[in-house]
């Protein structure tokens, strides 16, 4: 968890119990590493979080996750085991309501899953979660690791950017979803919106933050000083409840603010980011209430 960060009541208990059962499987001697990751993590867990405990295996015993560790050790049913790839298992326990989910992987295959570091969402998620999550047992391990993943590259950034560049033109939101009523696809619009906004200023500020699964926004943002003065978490949110003209202009006001940091931060998409200014005026959707007088032929 970051330094700087209060870590909240709900949270707390979440850490002390996770670091209570997490010495139920770090015992076991092939067992490398053992870190607590999600909202408790971060210190913003509420009354509806769950424990999600990452135990990392120099070699899996899978006989011995099999056979139920804390049944065997303090006599709690599992209750579910899921495998999630090959060599990977996710446990599920269930205590008065409290979720709390084990998931195995070794440390090879964590290798792969992580290195070498690419622009896919999943991947810049997973390590968002890795790097903010709480060790338990392998403390050197997990500092060996923090530092390996928390180096941004530059390229990677980029092609991040690139990758998110594709907004809609203004007026489509407002004229042909709001306007005639088609609020699903007005919704759906102007959250692939945001998604890409959150997207690329995570990437302007080399945070790895994956808004494929756009959660703990209001915490992400907070770590991203370099963002438009209009892209807060209270805004977003204005822009989900109130649909219509004042949510899209905000929402344009944003996107060309960013436009401009990308340009001011990356000269080398300036020209490409000017060419995607003026196409975006061109094609914005505007009204035709009669028919338009086709060009004479020569």
Avoid at 15 to 30: E, I, K, M, N, Q
Wanted: proline letters at 5%; charged letters at 25%.
């Amino acid at each position: 968890m970051n330094s700087e960060t209060k870590m909240n009541e709900a949270s707390q208990w979440r850490v002390d119990l996770s670091r209570t059962l997490a010495g139920f499987y770090s015992s076991h001697p092939r067992v490398e590493m053992v870190c607590l990751g999600g909202s408790s993590s971060k210190g913003i867990a509420d009354d509806f979080s769950d424990l999600d405990i990452i135990v990392y295996w120099n070699e899996m015993d899978e006989d011995w996750i099999r056979a139920e560790p804390l049944k065997s050790a303090i006599g709690l049913q599992r209750t579910d085991i899921i495998s999630m790839a090959p060599g990977s298992f996710v446990e599920s326990y269930h205590i008065n309501g409290l979720k709390v989910d084990f998931g195995h992987v070794t440390m090879k295959d964590w290798e792969e899953w992580s290195t070498p570091l690419n622009a896919e969402p999943d991947q810049i998620g997973m390590i968002g979660g890795f790097l903010a999550s709480i060790p338990f047992y392998g403390e050197e391990l997990f500092k060996e690791w923090h530092e390996r993943l928390s180096r941004y590259p530059d390229e990677i950034a980029l092609e991040i950017i690139k990758k998110n560049l594709g907004f809609y033109v203004k007026g489509y939101l407002l004229h042909q979803c709001f306007d005639r009523g088609d609020m699903l696809a007005y919704s759906d619009g102007m959250n692939q919106m945001l998604k890409k906004l959150l997207t690329v200023t995570a990437a302007l500020n080399r945070h790895f933050y994956s808004a494929s699964e756009p959660r703990w926004i209001e915490f992400e943002l907070g770590r991203m000083p370099l963002r438009p003065d209009q892209l807060t978490y209270s805004n977003i949110l204005w822009m989900l409840e109130n649909p219509g003209a004042e949510a899209e202009e905000m929402l344009y006001s944003i996107q060309a603010e960013l436009l401009d940091m990308i340009a001011a931060q990356f000269p080398d998409l300036k020209e490409k980011v000017e060419h995607r200014k003026k196409r975006m005026a061109q094609l914005a959707v505007t009204a035709c209430s009669s028919r338009p007088e086709l060009p004479a032929s020569e």
